[in-house]
């Protein structure tokens, strides 16, 4: 199966942030941006997305709320100070693909909005990220800062911070890492650090700038940005340590707001901060994973599934991804006791005919137990009622190839490509259907380039290089 649970999703990110330009990215409708590529991984452990609630609605002195840094008299104040590292604009990969593989008049002919295309503001930003042009969205995003005097070359001078800023400087990080640009986004994160530097509070500015407001100016989602950026450095070990220090203060506000009187502020002012309490209780479990410290994990999620306010299909969603994560351990029969936990929380009678999430997890433990096409089957199953669910026939595939169908593994891949191009020619997809070419010709260039010129036509970008997902190399 595909595994790309480690895949950076923007939309984790905005979650309980103010209403703002970056709305459509977190999908505060409930529903996820259809435009912001999804992770197509059977893994896919405990998304943020069920942490978004969108009719939360408490004032900005409670969403605000951060612990201000302590600074010790006669001491020179720690100033935070960025700017843009890197001169020019990044490039469009599939474009140089498309100019030295095939030919360099279809390259031009290659439709995809730029930063000229769109007015310079919050407004064309958003305009580029809704249509997934995300390495024009960050250079639009290197222009905008330049007018705030954070552009390029003005790392490490004095600038006055306000939360537009900030969320663009958000909006900027995000994008890098969603591009797999690591590098980029680490060296401009530096000077934020944990964002405990005394110039991103409201109280640091006189009170005539921004009207007696107090608290954090940057947002709950560039904290959270920040901590689980070393996760996609290779050090998760430090990303461990930035959450746990960030759900120790979410618990101290969360825990003040709990001992006030039992008024009706008060409780959704609680709840708001128990939200974001658990949504850093996912991302400390997705830590866990990857240090394999499975003991851990089991106590956290075992935390979260008996949060009283947690809903039926949460504890439902939680059961499943706890019995995904016992089959990575290799525990089949642990996996299979929480996969019947999880269809026991479902509602109604238990005749009820199965589900997605019921026939994904029945297929996954088939692929466990080596029985690829009892797993086949369940996915087939599942794809009837989940038809545009391009995961679904990824794990189709790979049970056909294991099956020993190679040629029928192939056709399931191009009939997805063929049904819904701009879903199905994702990361995982294009990387598997590659590899398959690779194993059934020695000829297999020239279907890798009739991929590249859908990738061309129907995707603005790719978030891994050409060469990893198509295996391509380019040479001019």
């Given at each position: 199966?595909?595994e790309?649970q ?7 990110y905005?979650a309980?942030?103010?209403?703002s ?6 999908g ?6 259809a ?5 197509y ?25 951060w612990?201000l ?24 990969p ?17 439709k995809i909005?730029?930063?000229?295309d769109v ?18 969205a ?12 954070q ?20 909006t900027?990080?995000a994008?890098l ?6 590098d980029?986004?680490?060296?401009e994160?530096?000077?934020f ?6 110039d991103?509070f409201?109280?640091?500015y006189h009170?005539?700038?921004h ?60 709840h708001?901060?128990?939200?974001r309490?658990?949504r ?8 866990s ?10 106590q956290?999620?075992?935390r ?7 809903s039926?299909d ?6 499943s ?5 016992r ?19 479902r ?15 029945r ?5 466990a137990q ?6 086949f089957?369940?996915?087939q199953?599942?794809?009837?009622l989940?038809s ?6 990824n ?10 169908k ?8 191009e009939?997805?490509?063929?049904r819904?191009?701009k879903?199905?020619?994702?990361e995982s997809?294009?990387?598997n259907?590659s590899t398959?070419?690779?194993?059934e010709?020695?000829?297999?260039k ?6 590249l010129?859908?990738v061309n ?7 891994v ?8 190399k380019?040479v001019?």
């Open positions: 199966m595909s790309n480690n895949e950076p999703s923007l939309s984790q905005f309980n942030d103010p209403p330009f970056f709305d459509h990215l977190a505060k409708d409930g529903k996820k941006s435009q912001v590529p999804e992770s991984a059977s893994y896919d452990l405990l998304q943020s997305s069920s942490m978004v609630d969108p009719k939360s609605n408490v004032p900005d002195s409670v969403r605000d709320l612990e840094p302590v600074l010790e008299p006669k001491v020179s104040v720690p100033l935070t100070m960025p700017g843009v590292s890197v001169a020019t604009d990044l490039n469009d599939v474009q140089e693909a498309v100019s030295v593989l095939v030919d360099p008049v279809e390259a031009q002919h290659r909005l730029s930063p000229d007015t310079q503001d919050e407004r064309g930003l958003r305009e580029l990220i809704e249509h997934g042009c995300f390495r024009s960050v250079n639009l995003t290197a222009r905008l800062l330049f007018i705030k005097q552009g390029f070359g003005r790392a490490g001078y004095t600038v006055k911070h306000s939360p537009n800023s900030l969320q663009l400087w958000f900027r990080l994008l890492v969603k591009l797999g640009q690591f980029i986004a680490n060296v994160a530096e000077p650090g944990s964002l405990n530097k005394p991103v409201y109280e640091f009170p005539d700038m009207s007696d407001k107090k608290g954090s100016m940057a947002s709950f989602s560039f904290r959270l940005l920040l901590a689980e950026l070393p996760i996609y450095l290779g050090f998760p070990r430090v990303a461990l340590d930035r959450l746990t220090e960030m759900l120790a203060i979410t618990s101290q506000i969360k825990n003040y707001f709990e001992r006030l009187p039992k008024e009706e502020a008060n409780k959704n002012s609680a708001f901060w128990h939200l309490e658990k850093l209780l996912h991302s400390i479990v997705n830590c994973i990857i240090l394999k410290d499975f003991s851990l994990t089991d956290l999620i075992r979260l599934a008996d949060d009283q306010t947690a039926v949460e504890k439902r969603s939680l059961m991804a706890w019995g995904r994560i089959l990575q351990c290799g525990d089949i029969y642990g996996a299979e006791k929480k996969f019947s936990e999880a269809k026991r929380l509602d109604g009678d238990q005749t009820e005919q199965p589900d997605v999430r019921d026939l994904v997890d297929g996954l433990l088939a692929v080596n029985d690829f096409q009892s797993a089957d369940l996915f199953k599942a794809s009837v989940e545009n669910n391009t995961m679904l026939y794990n189709m595939g790979v049970c056909l190839l294991y099956s020993g190679l040629k029928d593994a192939i056709k399931m891949f009939s997805a490509v063929q819904n191009p879903l199905a020619l994702n997809l294009l990387v259907i398959l070419y690779e194993l010709s020695n000829n297999a020239d279907k890798k380039i009739a991929l010129k859908l036509k129907h995707r603005a970008d790719l978030c290089d050409l060469d990893i997902c198509l295996k391509l380019i001019a």
